[in-house]
């Protein structure tokens, strides 16, 4: 099209100027014409690879700005996650703190608890004490005063017995066993009508254990049930039980008390009732021959109440170092 055109330009410059072109000269416009095609093509063909290095060129560099991003993603990923890992691990840290404080803090409640209900017990024991010395002080006086009205008056029933001996012994022994009589009846009166004095919950209570600690079994067990029959939800329920589990264990009735340390162990107990019961529990197991029921409680009470004495006799029996 440019060989078209530039053929034209010249031919109609040639009619302008009035001239006939020779043939050198055309010879000469068709040698420049040819030359001129020939740079057309080169830079046509410089263009073409001038383009093909600039696609070249933007491949690489979305190559590699391809390469830079992903790069740079796995920078931020790695950094991301590895921000993660130390957030766990504070968490953690954290969380660990925060349980080792609940449990310090319930272990100082059940410390606390423990103590209140021991001072309690001892603070009733003392009452029910002071209270059985003063009615044993109240009638030992009683008994003294009555001792010394007799002696007192003695005396001269005696001389007049010594007296009237020799002439009127039959008499007189009537006499005495009528007045021995009605003395007995007036004692028997005065007891019908004083009303007998109700037992507070905690007398009830002191007086199953102080048959607990004079080994009388039966006994002890009927009161401790009697107690239980009659304060089913009362401050001293868990441990009847658990002394209703030791009365058991004593007369070697385990299956029973295995069921009484039981209601202690789902009670709630303080934790050393409960490592108690559960220690004996075990033993009354072994005894039963079920060894795997027993090595299961021992193992229990080792990872429940780790501090208690218990668990230091548990591990003793299961040959755990400490």
């Known amino acids: 099209m440019k060989k078209i055109l530039y053929v034209g330009c010249l031919g109609f410059s040639l009619l302008l100027g009035g001239c006939v072109a020779s043939q050198d000269e055309i010879q000469a416009l068709k040698v420049k014409v040819l030359n001129l095609e020939t740079t057309l093509q080169q830079q046509s063909q410089n263009q073409k690879a001038i383009a093909n290095e600039l696609n070249q060129l933007k491949e690489r560099i979305n190559a590699l700005e391809k390469k ?141 254990f102080d048959l607990y600690q004079q080994k009388k079994w039966d ?27 030791e009365i058991y264990y004593n007369k070697k009735d385990y299956e029973d008390a295995i069921l009484s340390y039981q209601k202690v162990i789902e009670s709630s107990a303080p934790a050393t009732l409960k490592a108690s019961a559960m220690y004996k529990q075990a033993l009354s197991f072994k005894n039963l021959g079920d060894k795997d029921a027993y090595t299961i409680l021992l193992k229990r009470i080792i990872k429940l109440y780790p501090k208690s004495k218990e668990a230091e006799e548990a591990k003793k029996l299961l040959g755990i170092k400490r």
């Not at 921000?83 to 840290?93: D, G």
């Not at 006994?219 to 329920?237: H, I, R, S, W």
């Open 68 to 208: 830079l991003s992903e790069d740079l993603l796995l920078e931020v990923k790695t950094k991301a996650l590895a921000e993660i890992e130390e957030l766990k691990s504070s968490q953690a840290k954290i969380s660990s703190q925060v349980e080792d404080l609940v449990a310090s803090k319930e272990d100082l409640y059940k410390t606390f608890t423990k103590q209140s209900e021991e001072l309690k017990t001892r603070i009733e024991a003392l009452e029910l004490k002071v209270k059985s010395l003063e009615e044993k002080g109240s009638s030992s006086q009683a008994t003294s005063s009555s001792v010394s009205n007799e002696t007192a008056s003695k005396p001269s029933n005696q001389t007049v017995s010594n007296a009237t001996q020799e002439t009127k012994p039959q008499t007189l022994t009537s006499s005495s066993n009528a007045t021995s009589n009605g003395t007995a009846k007036t004692e028997a009166s005065k007891q019908q009508g004083s009303p007998q004095k109700e037992l507070t919950e905690a007398e009830v209570y002191s007086q199953a």
């Open 219 to 245: 006994e002890a067990m009927n009161a401790f049930k009697q107690y239980l029959q009659k304060y089913p939800k009362g401050k001293f329920l868990a441990q009847s039980h658990y002394w209703l589990g």
